[in-house]
């Protein structure tokens, strides 16, 4: 069990940070209204950061990265489980690197 | 995950605690395993939880009812799960806010063990690569990513958001890529926003 200080900062920064949206948006609907479009906006984020961390592991991955995204696809389709699929996807990423040549 | 990333169990589970937001914690997981700085974990963070603005501020009128200390208490435990089953009860006819805290602590415990266990759990494991666990959090966000993919308005901003990665990471590959990406994403769900029809083009 190691804790280092340096991460300290980084840790509380990020609670920080966490707890702001949560309490800022009850907070700030004393003064704003939040329109369609702004919701349409916030509502997009997830998704799109989501993609900006897959996008470079897949354009950089070989054959096992990209057969792993293929699993994990088929995986969510059928379970509809995050988790499940997470297992899926990284089986079939061993399993290729473990049958093909590194 | 965070093991991956060169997170002690305990550092995990303290992050856990602290953040408490499980897209969060994986973008900035794979920020620190990549070398990106704390203002990008941030930025990131604020990005991610931006969907809680929304909660709390549907929760206001009923959250409104207790006391500010209870009100940001609650707030402390709210998650994407609490809030959909608040709101859910809400509509049925369910006006103690209490209901919000119960159900957001509910959802806040088991995260905290679950990470002290899997972080701890971790360390066994003898060669991550050959097992796959350095794809533990791509595979993750993937599943993310299709499970947030509801429909049709939402593939201009995921377009948007695989070309912008996908061009910062061979200009300059750092923490802020998934940043941009996120921005890209939400800007072109604004841009697209169509007013007169009161949905995204």
Known sequence: ?102 | MAREAGLSPLEATLMSTLVYSGTAQAATVGGFATGAGILAAVVTVLMLNARYLLYGASLRPWLSQTSPAQAYATLWFLGDANWAMSTKAHAGGEHDAAFIFGSGVSMYLPWVAGTALGATAGDWIADPRTLGVDFLLVAFCFAMAIDLFKSRTDVAPAAAAVVVAGLLDRLAPSGWTLVAAGFAGGFTAWLRYDDAKGKAA
């Open chain 1, 1 to 102: 069990m190691t804790l280092r200080v340096e991460l300290l900062p980084l840790l509380l920064a990020l609670a920080l940070a966490s707890f702001t949206c949560r309490a800022g948006g009850f907070w700030l609907m004393r003064f704003v209204t939040v329109t369609p479009r702004l919701r349409a906006m916030l509502a997009a984020a997830p998704l799109a950061v989501m993609l900006g961390i897959v996008t470079p592991a897949a354009l950089r991955g070989g054959l096992p990265e990209i057969a792993g995204l293929a699993v994990t696809f088929a995986a969510m389709r059928l379970w509809r489980s995050d988790l499940v699929a997470m297992f899926c996807g990284v089986a079939a990423v061993a399993l290729c690197r473990g049958l093909l040549p590194q």
